[in-house]
């Protein structure tokens, strides 16, 4: 008897890798979420996160460090991307190369490193926790902002900008009107690479001053602790707001794809 190959069998093994790696790990923390010790079904771990001081400031702060530090990657790559796109060097690849380099050594050396130099520069890093981790967050994040921005405006038709400087319009208006809305896809591809890592990566903070700030670090310290139940809710929680930035920030690309070539001069 000859075997027929479907092409839909293609997919068993995403499916396979998608319901043991993805549903059920996210069944696991739903459970946990909305059940006490005793396994018996509650909302009050739901009820302790919004009614507790110590996780409401640890989101807040959490938002703060993610909000900051995307900014401050957001003011730094643009430029940088924007030079590296619409010059005319020969060597643009290898300058690009060059922030992309850091990536390629470890995580744990990166960071070891720049905590030496916050060192040497401020004597008592723990002195400026705030500035500190947003250094290291933005050393850390700054390749995945670049890269999005810089794939969006290398793809950029020139015949706009042409047209645009036909009609009269300066090189800032140029920038304001054409070059800017056409490179929103790529801000927003870094903002969300950026944003949202930013909340969590606690490793960066503990390496450089032993601090428990954000959500990654208060979920690790539940877990840590073996209190599953407040643990899993408050990754639940972060789990809800990351769909609704994803959700957001997904329209907006929508809706700047469908009006991207409506410029108005």
């Not at 060059?98 to 990536?103: A, E, R, Y």
């Not at 390749?143 to 020139?158: H, R």
């Not at 090189?171 to 896809?185: G, H, N, W």
């Not at 769909?243 to 929508?254: G, M």
Request: hydrophobic share 50%.
């Amino acid at each position: 008897m000859k075997l027929r190959f479907n092409r839909k069998q293609l997919c068993i093994p995403y499916a396979a890798f998608l319901i043991l790696f993805v549903i059920v790990p996210l069944l696991v923390i739903i459970y946990y979420a909305f059940t006490d010790g005793e396994g018996q079904f509650t909302f009050g771990n739901l009820i302790s996160f919004f009614s507790s001081t110590n996780t409401i400031g640890t989101l807040i702060y959490s938002f703060a460090l993610a909000i900051t530090t995307t900014l401050v990657c957001l003011v730094i790559a643009y430029p940088t991307a924007y030079i590296l796109a619409r010059s005319h060097f020969k060597k643009k690849y290898v300058l690009l190369l060059l922030f992309i380099m850091p990536m390629w050594i470890n995580f744990t050396l990166r960071i070891t490193a720049l905590k030496e130099i916050l060192t040497t520069i401020e004597g008592n890093i723990a002195a400026y926790p705030f500035l500190n981790s947003v250094i290291g967050m933005t050393y850390d994040f700054l390749p995945f902002m670049i890269l999005p921005l810089y794939t969006s405006l290398l793809k950029l038709d020139n015949s706009l900008l042409e047209a645009a400087q036909d009609l009269g319009a300066s090189k800032i208006k140029v920038f304001l009107r054409v070059t800017l809305p056409l490179s929103v896809p790529g801000i927003i591809s870094g903002i969300t690479m950026v944003l949202l890592p930013s909340m969590t990566n606690y490793v960066v903070l503990d390496m450089l001053y032993n601090s428990t700030y954000i959500m990654g670090s208060l979920i690790g310290s539940y877990f840590n602790s073996f209190d599953w139940n407040n643990g899993s809710m408050i990754s639940l929680i972060l789990l809800v707001i990351i769909f609704i930035v994803t959700l957001v920030t997904n329209r907006f690309s929508d809706k700047d794809d469908n009006g991207g070539r409506e410029v108005i001069l």
